[in-house]
Structures are given as C-alpha cells and as structure tokens.
C-alpha cells in the first residue's frame, strides 16, 4: 500500500560514481574529479560489464558559455528535452526532429556500466568514438550480459590531415559466478534508479547533482590538435562528422 509519505520523497539518485568521457588528444578516457576540481585520466586497460544503455545529449553552449544536458531516454522515439545550464531551454523533440537546433549539443550513447571492484560508472561516447562501439557490438551485442569488455587503448585515426583517435574495446572472459552475482545486484540498482527516473516528465528528469556540478566534463571545449597546413580543428567538430544517423 501506497504511503502519504511517498510525497515528499524526493527522486533517487544516480548510482553511478563515475561519468567517463572519451578524450581523443590524450587517447584515453577522463572523469571529473569534484574534490580536485580537474579532469583524472582513467588507467588503460580497465575492464567492465555494460548494465544499461541509454541516449542523451551533451555539449557546449557557447552563447551562455556553459554544458548542455539533457534527459536520458532508452529509445530514439523518445522526448528529449534539451537544456544549458546557464542558459536555460534550447529544444524539445524527438532526436531526428530537432538535432540542427541544438546549438552545439550532439548525440551521446550513455552506457552504465560496472567496473572489476563491483562500482557503477557511465561511459558517454559520441561521434567517432560512438562509432567504434557500434561496430564493436553490432554482430555480438548477445555476448554483453555475460562477458567483461575491456578498453584497451587507442587506435589512431585520421580524417584528411586531421588525426584523432578512437578506443580499442575487446571481450576479456565471461563473467564467473560472483561476478555475475555481483553484476546483478548492480543492475538492480540501476533498475530501481531509472524506473523512478524514466517515470518522470522528460522536462524533469535533469542529470544526476554529479552531472549538474561536473560542467568542466562536459565535452572537450577547449581541445583542438594541430592539422598540418591549417589552423587547429576541434577534435570535437571532426568527432561529430561521425554521428549516427538517426
């Protein structure tokens, strides 16, 4: 039975510690540190296994100079509902429908994941680093349930004279039975989180306070390489020539 105090019960919150970014100058994944206020280069190989995978968009606002978010949502047919953190509402809509007027926001894959330790974390990919994941899984996305998958390093890429690079993910074993006890109990987390989070409003369902806080990990503002004969490229801007087409 329902209780009245079911009211002021305010939303729970995201069980993933971690919220991993891709950086493609460095070759290698980041996460945003609050207590030192910096982004922390993740040790390479690490190893995990995929929980859930969600859609969502990020970026850079230039005009209020700040992250844009937005929700999280399991499927492409679905609302969202995009916003800056300074500057407020940008777009709402079905990802196809509003994509050229996000106003430097692009497509994110959001996959929760656990780590060997037994803690959550988020991977966010976009652009050519999205891409590598969907040919990694397009013919054995059946195998992620039951098998770790490792990062395992870089592997260079080139786009005219421009040169980034894209992570390297391999199968590292099936999981052994307390593993996958483990992993269970973490999916469970998981599940509990989005049944709440995915039962709100798209307008309401804003990132986790680590998202909220965490604007200095919102996509590569700042990062560019050097092309030859040309003036420097954003890595970001060669990365979202790889955006799926939904």
């Given at each position: 039975?329902?209780?009245?105090?079911?009211?002021?019960?305010?939303?729970?919150?995201?069980?993933?510690?971690?919220?991993?970014?891709?950086?493609?100058?460095?070759?290698?994944?980041?996460?945003?540190?609050?207590?030192?206020?910096?982004?922390?280069?993740?040790?390479?190989?690490?190893?995990?296994?995929?929980?859930?995978?969600?859609?969502?968009?990020?970026?850079?606002?230039?005009?209020?100079?700040?992250?844009?978010?937005?929700?999280?949502?399991?499927?492409?047919?679905?609302?969202?509902?995009?916003?800056?953190?300074?500057?407020?509402?940008?777009?709402?809509?079905?990802?196809?429908?509003?994509?050229?007027?996000?106003?430097?926001?692009?497509?994110?894959?959001?996959?929760?994941?656990?780590?060997?330790?037994?803690?959550?974390?988020?991977?966010?990919?976009?652009g050519a680093a999205c891409a590598a994941w969907g040919d990694f899984t397009k013919k054995t996305s059946n195998r992620l349930p039951d098998e770790w998958v490792a990062v395992t390093g870089a592997t260079d890429q080139r786009n005219g004279s421009v040169k980034y690079t894209i992570p390297a993910f391999e199968f590292k074993g099936s999981l052994k039975e307390a593993e996958g006890e483990m992993a269970d109990a973490a999916y469970d987390q998981i599940k509990a989180y989005f049944n709440d989070y995915l039962s709100r409003k798209p307008e309401d369902a804003a990132p986790s306070a680590d998202e909220l806080l965490a604007e200095e990990a919102i996509p590569n503002k700042t990062a560019h390489v050097e092309p030859a004969k040309k003036a420097p490229v954003a890595v970001t801007q060669i990365e979202d020539d790889f955006e799926l087409p939904f």
């Open positions: 039975m329902s209780s009245r105090r079911d009211e002021f019960k305010s939303g729970s919150s995201n069980p993933a510690k971690r919220f991993l970014e891709w950086d493609s100058n460095a070759g290698g994944f980041k996460f945003y540190d609050k207590e030192k206020g910096a982004n922390v280069p993740v040790k390479i190989p690490f190893k995990f296994v995929v929980l859930k995978t969600l859609h969502t968009v990020k970026g850079w606002h230039g005009k209020s100079e700040s992250g844009i978010y937005s929700n999280e949502v399991p499927d492409m047919n679905q609302v969202l509902n995009v916003k800056s953190f300074k500057g407020g509402y940008i777009a709402s809509g079905l990802y196809r429908d509003i994509k050229d007027k996000l106003q430097g926001g692009v497509y994110f894959k959001s996959i929760y994941i656990m780590l060997a330790d037994g803690s959550i974390a988020n991977i966010g990919l976009k």
